[in-house]
């Protein structure tokens, strides 16, 4: 099946703790996306990558990193200097400037 | 980075009402789509518009793009309990690496 994965559904962070989320997808798409999405909120812009090895930040990219190794994958770190990382966590990908389609998300809580 | 305006916030509704859900932008855009999220869940593509004027239904579902590419709406008809969830309208424009713009979002909640 042809589609977007994301892991896992429910990440915990302690402090100062590095956490980095999975999402994969085999839909041949070249470029990916990282949203956050906060409670009663919309979606907000990470990071996204057009091409591998190449990705720029969105509105909200402070205290967070991300790699375009492959083009089926782009991680995202949550670092420790992100002083409020809960929230949800979406993962979307499309063929260039095209409809994207979303992951099924990652839910990170802190302890 | 710029928001849609999305109204309304939320809505309850009773099962076999009709809904009507709609988003406005200061700047135009070549597509509008709309999305539903179940909690939880990421959200899932429901209608996509390419042109000014389109019409378009998908099932029980109906979306406009607006005459003048700054606005669309979402009908539902006969709503029943599965169509609980979030609902937004994201506008994308041609040559925008970013892409979509989202709306904040429908909260609709269908009573029995």
């Known amino acids: 099946d042809g589609g977007i994965t994301q892991s896992p559904k429910y990440l915990f962070r302690k402090e100062g703790q590095n956490v980095t989320l999975s999402c994969e997808q085999n839909?041949?798409?070249?470029?990916m996306y990282w949203y956050r999405q906060d409670p009663g909120q919309g979606l907000r812009l990470i990071y996204y990558?057009?091409?591998?090895?190449?990705?720029q930040k969105g509105d909200i990219a402070e205290g967070y990193s991300v790699s375009r190794e492959k083009k089926e994958s782009f991680p995202l770190t949550v670092t420790s200097a992100q002083k409020n990382p809960t929230a949800f966590y979406l993962c979307?990908?499309?063929?260039?400037?095209?409809?994207?389609?979303f992951g099924p998300g990652t839910r990170l809580l802190v302890l | 980075g710029q928001q849609l305006n999305q109204s309304p916030q939320s809505m309850f509704i009773q099962e076999g009402e009709d809904v009507s859900m709609n988003c406005t932008s200061s700047?135009?855009?070549?597509?509008w789509l709309w999305y539903k999220q179940d909690p939880g869940e990421g959200p899932v593509l429901l209608i996509a518009?390419?042109?000014?004027?389109e019409l378009t239904s998908n099932g029980r579902l109906t979306a406009q793009f607006g005459i003048t590419r700054k606005d669309s709406f979402l009908n539902i008809s006969a709503s029943i309990p599965s169509d609980v969830g979030i609902y937004f309208c994201?506008?994308?424009?041609?040559?925008?690496?970013?892409?979509?713009?989202f709306g904040s979002g429908t909260q609709l909640t269908v009573l029995p």
């Open positions: 979307a990908s499309s063929m260039v400037q095209e409809t994207q389609y």
């Open positions: 839909l041949n798409h070249d470029a």
């Open positions: 990558s057009q091409i591998v090895n190449d990705f």
């Open positions: 700047s135009i855009f070549n597509t």
């Open positions: 518009l390419y042109k000014a004027g």
């Open positions: 994201a506008g994308l424009l041609s040559g925008s690496a970013r892409q979509l713009t």
